[in-house]
DNA sequence: ATCATTGCAAACACTTTGCATACGC
DNA sequence: GCGTATGCAAAGTGTTTGCAATGAT
């Protein structure tokens, strides 16, 4: 998704496409790292000197309320961020850290919830690798 | 599960069956409620009133070590825990707060990932629950 | 000029740690 | 008496809040 695209997210869901947002909405869209606040925060105060961790959590919570944004608990206390698209889990490696997603088809557990109005739904998996094996 | 069986459990993965551990193991075995550090310490400091949270992160730590409990992540920054037992799902109705058990064929979700060695899964959906609707 | 965005500092909530005390065998 | 279990107080971590400063139109 190039730069003119992102902008246009962001006013489809009318948001005004400040320097910030359109950085780690780019952010969310081109890596795959789903990346914690730190780690978003440490890659744009590179570039962006002034950046307060204040703005980080401001946008993201904007974000997912816009909902164009995910968060997700890969584990414990660490909340991760993924910008939205079709549904898939998350394997998380406890050796090197990295985390895959899994192509997954949702009917498969909501076939189940009959009854349920189901808004969100997580599969988070963990374990070792093919890498690290 | 009655009070000895809870006992023999504690034994059999080598912990000393104190009081604090016997209570607070019978609690996630026989509540379906996954109660997070606070539920437990409210629940149980009525009956042990010097009861600290110190002990209760502690206990759940070494439970969790000894794999006869399982820390879930739920929803955001809030830890629940419940007593190691067949692979299941959770649903957490975000009008009443209460979490279901899904039962569920765990390898459907696996069968994607062959290479991987997977450790642990957690599947988590949350909506509106019939009762709620 | 006005309103939205950004950012600092402080507050908050949850969890962990270090060490002292108490308990069980 | 010795080693484990418990618990207080303090520190650590991640996140939110209040409000002031800045920026865009």
Redesign the pocket.
């Known amino acids: 998704m190039n730069n003119e695209n992102i902008v246009t997210v962001l006013k489809e869901n009318k948001?005004?496409p400040?320097?910030?947002?359109v950085k780690i909405y780019t952010l969310l869209v081109e890596s795959r790292i789903h990346p914690?606040?730190?780690e978003i925060y440490e890659q744009l105060s590179k570039e962006?000197l002034?950046?307060?961790?204040?703005?980080?959590?401001?946008?993201?919570?904007?974000f997912i309320e816009k909902g164009i944004v995910k968060a997700i608990n890969i584990e414990?206390?660490?909340?991760r961020f993924e910008a939205q698209r079709g549904f898939h889990g998350h394997f998380k490696c406890r050796e090197c850290g990295n985390i895959y997603d899994i192509p997954m088809n949702e009917k498969e557990i909501t076939s189940v919830l009959e009854g349920f109005n189901i808004e969100d739904m997580q599969v988070l998996v963990s374990g070792i690798c093919p890498d690290c094996e």
């Open positions: 948001m005004r400040s320097f910030i947002r914690t606040v730190d962006i002034t950046l307060s961790k204040t703005t980080v959590y401001n946008t993201l919570k904007l414990g206390n660490e909340l």
